[in-house]
């Protein structure tokens, strides 16, 4: 971060950052932990809501095809949480007018939208076999702590982090922008000397 900034400014938005990060962490480690076993009960109630195309199945097949429903479930989860850190790590960008510009793109992601996007393989599987695409209400559908976290303390941490980072992007813009005082005689011979 600059030091430049006002002090005060610069406390606001350290203060800031580390609870979006607290909070993103939590988030992250939700979609690390239960993410991928809430994928794996929504697509086993896809398939127990659909009893004939079950009984169809085979052993050998049924095995199998829970078995690739199960990676591609984890995988999901995995590459989010891989995402999520990616994301979470762009936070410590020292540059803040590099970092402002970022904060629409994470914002966008840490949303219930983009942590449901993470069924859309494990649908396209069940639907090869004629079952339903999964369904996850709302983040409570993992757990009640993400539904808080997700809806209630990251988006009011995110966009006060987000106000006190335009404002130092801003002051960062400003203060490199200002014009620079040529070098008179005097100080390119103290220079040299």
Known sequence: MSYALDPGLLKDLTEAKADVARHGIVILRTVETELGPALMAA??????????????MKEDDLDEFATSLRKTAFKSARELKDLY?????????????????????????????RIAKASENLD??????????????????????????????????????????????????????????PPTAKKRAKRKG
């Open 43 to 56: 697509a086993k109630n896809s398939m127990s809501s659909s009893p004939r195309k079950l009984a169809q």
């Open 124 to 181: 396209k599987l069940l639907a090869e076999r004629g079952f339903r695409p999964t369904e996850l209400a709302g983040p409570e559908a993992i757990s009640e702590n993400l539904r808080i976290e997700l809806l209630e303390k990251w988006p009011a941490a995110f966009q006060r982090f987000r106000g006190l980072a335009d404002r130092a992007a801003a002051e960062t813009r400003a203060s490199e922008e200002e014009p620079r005082e």
């Open 85 to 113: 850190t990616r994301l979470l790590a762009k936070l410590g960008t020292e540059y803040l007018v590099d970092l402002a510009q970022e904060l629409e793109g994470i914002g966008q992601l840490f949303t219930w939208e």
